[in-house]
Nanobody, 124 residues
Framework: QVHLVEPGGGLAQSGGSLKLSCVSSGLIFGDYAMGWYRQAPGKDRELVAAISSFGGSTNYADSVKGRFTIFRDNNINTVYLEMNKLNNEDTAVYYC?????????????????WGQGTQVIVSS
């Protein structure tokens, strides 16, 4: 069974920082690219950041570029999302995902492996 567990979430003030984690099991972690998605009430789920299977390439949504960093530690099957300079539009439920990554286009393709979601609230 594949499980993606997001042990944390958080509350931060505008301008502050949070770090999310996603721990994977039941798959060969190094064979998968990973992505972070988020969904705010009334909005579609959107890709925030993605990283290739060994961390050599990343991409980011324009709205978070320069503020968020995705990275991974394949020794412990964990992918992280470091979020800085948070603002109110970052408030959402964040989901990690296992999928694939195209090095030429930097596109991310999600598989149907999802974390349970973790709430991030940014207060003004």
């Amino acid at each position: 069974q594949v499980h993606l567990v997001e042990p944390g979430g958080g509350l931060a003030q505008s301008g502050g920082s949070l770090k999310l984690s996603c721990v994977s099991s039941g798959l060969i972690f190094g064979d998968y690219a990973m992505g972070w998605y988020r969904q705010a009430p009334g909005k579609d789920r959107e890709l925030v950041a993605a990283i290739s299977s060994f961390g050599g390439s990343t991409n980011y949504a324009d709205s978070v570029k320069g503020r968020f960093t995705i990275f991974r530690d394949n020794n412990i099957n964990t992918v992280y999302l470091e979020m800085n300079k948070l603002n109110n539009e970052d408030t959402a439920v964040y989901y990690c995902n296992a999928g694939s990554y195209n090095f030429f286009t930097r596109a991310y393709y999600p598989d149907d492996y999802w974390g349970q979601g973790t709430q991030v609230i940014v207060s003004s």
